[in-house]
């Protein structure tokens, strides 16, 4: 069974500042999404990481893929207030048949003025 | 463009009841996934319809069924209610073989007392 783990389930941090949100999986699939979800809201997809080595930035955000760990990260620079959300770390392990997507628990951000 | 679409928006029910959500996928896509998030929860993927016929499944009774229809809409359907069923449930389009992201819709937020 595909697992995904996402650290921290929840931080506070001040704008202004760094920090990397982790995602570790079981299975060796080279598809990795990052999603994130504001209060009450659906799903708002960020990146789709599709190569060991993968990096995808946007904004203050930038995501990679290391499919020899099993391990992707997503790193805020700079934080602002606006990136409050929780964010979700999704893989396809479509080996299994389902094509479905298998996310993490979400890592609840709070960026404090 | 339009982009996916779920009606109805939030629903109550009573336990044993049956109900039925509707998802309009986005213009193009051909592969509906549907997802139950509970509250705190990430998504857990329940079953994905392709060319009208259930492609995959998660680890949902059979009491969670699905439709999809020749213009790529779908129906999720749940008979026999229980309180754990109160969920937000979320329908997902994508283009099936295509190596992209899954686009969410805004959810339906069932209630059951």
């Known amino acids: 069974e595909l697992k995904v783990e996402q650290n921290p389930l929840f931080l506070s941090m001040q704008e202004g500042k760094n920090y990397t949100i982790y995602c570790n999986y079981s299975?060796?699939?080279?598809?990795l999404y990052w999603y994130r979800q504001d209060p009450g809201k659906s799903l708002e997809s960020l990146f789709v990481l599709l190569s060991n080595g993968a990096v995808k930035q946007e904004g203050r955000l930038m995501a990679s893929l290391d499919t020899k760990a099993r391990l992707s990260t997503l790193h805020i620079t700079a934080a602002v207030h606006d990136l409050s959300a929780t964010y979700f770390c999704a893989v396809d392990d479509s080996g299994g048949g389902a094509d479905g997507l298998t996310f993490g628990k979400g890592t609840h951000l709070i960026i404090q003025p | 463009e339009t982009g996916v679409t779920q009606s109805p928006t939030h629903l109550i029910k009573t336990r044993g009841q049956q109900v039925t959500l509707r998802c309009s996928s986005q213009s193009g896509h051909n592969t509906v996934s549907w997802y139950q998030q509970a509250l705190g929860q990430g998504p857990q993927f329940i079953f994905q319809y392709y060319r009208e016929e259930e492609n995959g499944r998660g680890n949902f009774p059979p009491r969670f069924s699905g439709l999809q229809f020749p213009n790529y809409s779908s129906e999720l359907n749940v008979n026999a209610l229980e309180l754990d069923d109160s969920a937000l449930y979320l329908c997902?389009?994508?283009?099936?073989?295509?190596?992209?992201?899954?686009?969410f819709g805004p959810g339906t937020r069932l209630l059951v007392l």
């Open positions: 299975t060796t699939s080279d598809r």
């Open positions: 997902a389009s994508s283009l099936r073989y295509l190596r992209e992201t899954q686009y």
